[in-house]
């Protein structure tokens, strides 16, 4: 099942400007494209760009959120849980149309501050789910010892329970990364030609200009999300 996937590893060195088996020759002409041509630079910015905008969102509004679910004193905490990770069960193309009508009331479509919270929505859930794991295992006996000896909430959230579900949030932000740098209806819904994202600008070259550079870089990006994925399992084994 995951074999598939790598198919395109070795057309991205493919010296032909044709997908064809076998190779041709070895050469690298493609990620330089990738990585040298304007269009496919932008792309990788504006990615790089909401991608990290949405993940520092998500992480901090989603620990947060985890947080104060946690407490089994809030109330309707299921139904809030339900709320908080529903853009995972509904399908992305009707979140993207629901957005898509919000923002052109706000004028927040077509705006990278609309594309990055509308990631954000996305890409919280993970954070929340990442995080409450995180939390099952913590002892609330220490945020009480911590008041006890006078630290106020903020403080001792900072210095008590911060260091310890510290794994659990930074492999919430590796998932969060990874599923607003990937993420592509919504882009397509919300982002303008100069807004163009990197998922953009590969579906944009299959639709018109077939050519290897977009296996060049679909095999960066999944070796980002490779990488990513084993920082954020090695960091919840760690925690």
């Known amino acids: 099942l995951v074999l598939p996937i790598f198919v395109p590893l070795p057309l991205s060195v493919n010296s032909e400007a044709f997908f064809t088996f076998p ?23 504006h990615s790089v760009v909401i991608a990290v905008g949405a993940t520092v969102l998500a992480t901090s509004l989603g620990t947060l959120a985890a947080v104060g679910l946690s407490s089994p004193r809030l109330p309707a905490r299921r139904l809030v849980m339900g709320v908080l990770i529903s853009p995972l069960i509904v399908p992305v193309v009707i979140t993207a149309v629901g957005v898509y009508l919000f923002y052109a009331r706000l004028g927040l479509a077509s705006t990278f501050i609309g594309i990055i919270l509308a990631h954000t929505a996305v890409a919280s859930p993970f954070v929340v789910v990442t995080v409450g794991a995180s939390l099952a295992n913590f002892d609330r006996a220490l945020m ?28 919430g932000a590796a998932f969060a990364f990874v599923a607003s740098f990937d993420e592509l209806v919504i882009a397509l819904f919300l982002a303008s030609p100069e807004q163009r994202t990197l998922p953009m600008q590969m579906f944009t070259g299959l639709r018109e200009h077939l050519s290897p550079a977009i296996t060049a870089a679909a095999t960066l990006m999944m070796s980002l999300s490779i990488l990513l994925l084993i920082v954020a399992d090695r960091l919840r084994r760690r925690g």
């Open 23 to 45: 190779l041709a020759g070895f050469s690298w002409r493609w990620y330089e494209e990738v990585l040298g041509s304007g269009q496919w630079r932008d792309a990788i910015w």
């Open 144 to 171: 009480r010892a911590a008041a006890i000896s006078g630290a106020r909430p903020l403080t001792a959230f900072r210095r008590v329970m911060l260091p310890l579900i510290l794994p659990g949030v930074l492999s």
